[in-house]
């Protein structure tokens, strides 16, 4: 791959903004020696960093070499070749925080040799020196945007290299596979080596088996890492903006009696289980003014084709109402378009005007959670049922290893239908490279995962996502 570049790169990496302290970051073949430049030691004296063990700070100042004026008082972290982040010569410097002092450092460095680095850039070099694998270096991206414990763990198993564990292994499997394929097309002699069919189909099922195992993960990894999305639907005044502020535990949206408060959406993100769950709130179906009621009903429909999981409300105290069978209408048709639902019939301490036949006669769903909003009644249920439902049907993987993106999910579906297509090849007795060319196939789709079958343009997709300096 022509992508390793032998410059020096540097960048500030931590977030702007004032802080105690900022660190800049620096690695490359030049990194010691620009270093070198403008490091002193805490009485001003230059001192050889070459010269320094590895992985060890040291206290001093950067000056600036051409006037020698002190720009700050610094740490300097030497990590030598290969034993650093990038596996390069690395250099770490804990200036002061402040942005202004941090430009002046950067600024330097650049003067001194170094170039900018780009997002990501620092990881792509620990890939392209071959110290951490692609799914690695996507673990890193989920690390740093991990919002709930789930997330991280899944990302620290990856980050660990499980899944690239796993996929080296089905790989040398499909190595000794092919080679002794290899072996029966080079010397066809029938005599001196026959390949058992049935046993090469079954170790081909079963690696069909731990790739559809793999592929399984997909859904909770989706879950955990991106978190669901949760719109709230009812007619107005049902206890939307109630029920979000319960299950915030906070009033961040307004509630009044009048219909039509909530105008347009709120959205907030709260955690159950590990799990993290955007709520929406949304405005009523009838708002009393036409024209926003036809926008908002616009919205709530645009959001309810993003959401995974939608909390239906009723409000029991109400005759049942041309609103309310709008809604069901929504929700019958959201099921058909496999999304999870959940019923809830509020206000429960109140006198019960909605008869249960008329309300679930049309509703493709028969259960429901009562609650009473106002009287905190039913909201564990609730909380409950939301973890319940989104888990339902879905495989959660027992060795933690999850597939954790759409490339990598990808990767795997073709290496899937390769292999089925080498088993249905040797159902129908077809020539030995032919099915030499359909495994090797799935070997290389395996390998686009951990990164070894990849082209750049995947990379540098893969590494832009990163933020500078990481
Ligand atoms: N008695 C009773 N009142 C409730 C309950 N839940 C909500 N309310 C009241 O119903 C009224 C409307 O509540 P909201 O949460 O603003 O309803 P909404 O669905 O967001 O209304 P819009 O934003 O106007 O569509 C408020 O006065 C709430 O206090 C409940 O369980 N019982
Ligand atoms: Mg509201």
């Not at 709260?270 to 009523?284: C, M, N």
């Amino acid at each position: 791959m022509r992508l390793l570049e032998k410059d020096t790169i540097v960048a500030i990496s931590t977030p702007p903004g004032e802080s105690g302290i900022g660190i800049i970051r620096m690695s490359g073949n030049k990194a010691i020696e620009i270093a070198q430049k403008v490091f002193r030691d805490k009485n001003l004296k230059e001192r050889k960093i070459v010269d320094y063990s590895t992985h060890t700070a040291h206290y001093g100042f950067i000056i600036d070499p051409e006037n020698k004026k002190i720009i700050d008082e610094i740490i300097l972290i030497l990590m030598k070749k290969p034993y650093s982040y990038t596996r390069e010569d690395m250099i770490e410097f804990n200036c002061h925080g402040g942005i202004l002092i941090l430009k002046k450092v950067i600024e330097l460095l650049l003067k001194c040799g170094a170039r900018l680095a780009n997002p990501g850039e620092f990881t792509k070099r620990a890939f392209l020196n071959g110290r951490i694998d692609l799914s690695q270096a996507e673990a890193i991206i989920d690390l740093i945007q991990a919002k709930t414990e789930r997330s991280l763990q899944s990302s620290l198993t990856q980050l660990e290299g499980r899944l690239k564990e796993k996929i080296t292994k089905l790989k040398e499997i499909l190595i000794e596979i092919l080679a002794e394929i290899e072996a029966n097309i080079d010397f066809p002699d029938q005599d001196i080596r026959e390949l058992n069919v049935d046993k090469l189909s079954r170790r081909i099922k079963n690696i069909l088996e731990e790739v559809n195992s793999l592929l399984n993960t997909f859904t909770y990894g989706k879950i955990i890492r991106e978190g669901i999305n949760v719109v709230i639907i009812g007619k107005t005044n049902v206890g939307k903006s109630s029920l979000f502020n319960a299950l915030l535990k906070e009033n961040r949206a307004i509630v009044t009696p009048l219909p039509g408060t909530t105008r347009d959406a709120l959205e907030e993100l709260i955690t159950l289980q590990g799990i993290a769950f955007r709520i929406i709130d949304t405005a009523g179906i009838k708002n009393p003014e036409n024209q926003i009621e036809e926008i908002s009903l616009r919205k709530m429909k645009s959001l309810l084709d993003k959401a995974d999981l939608i909390l239906a409300m009723f409000d029991i105290s109400a005759q049942f109402s041309q609103e309310d069978e709008e809604i069901i209408q929504e929700i019958n048709k959201a099921i058909e378009k496999n999304k999870k639902v959940l019923i809830i019939e509020n206000k429960i301490d109140l006198e019960r005007k909605m008869e249960k036949e008329r309300l679930f006669s049309d509703l493709k769903i028969k259960e429901s959670i009562r609650t009473s909003v106002k009287e905190r009644l039913g909201i564990n249920k609730l909380e409950k049922e939301m973890v319940k439902i989104v888990f339902k049907g879905i495989i959660t993987p027992h060795n933690g290893i999850t597939i954790n993106n759409i490339r990598q999910k990808e990767a795997l579906q073709k290496a899937k239908k390769a292999l089925e297509f080498s088993l249905r090849g040797i159902k129908k007795n077809i020539p030995y490279d032919l099915l030499y060319i359909d495994l090797r196939e799935a070997l290389d789709f395996l390998g686009e995962i951990t990164g070894e079958q990849i082209n750049e343009e995947i990379v540098e997709n893969i590494f832009s996502r990163f933020c500078i300096g990481k």
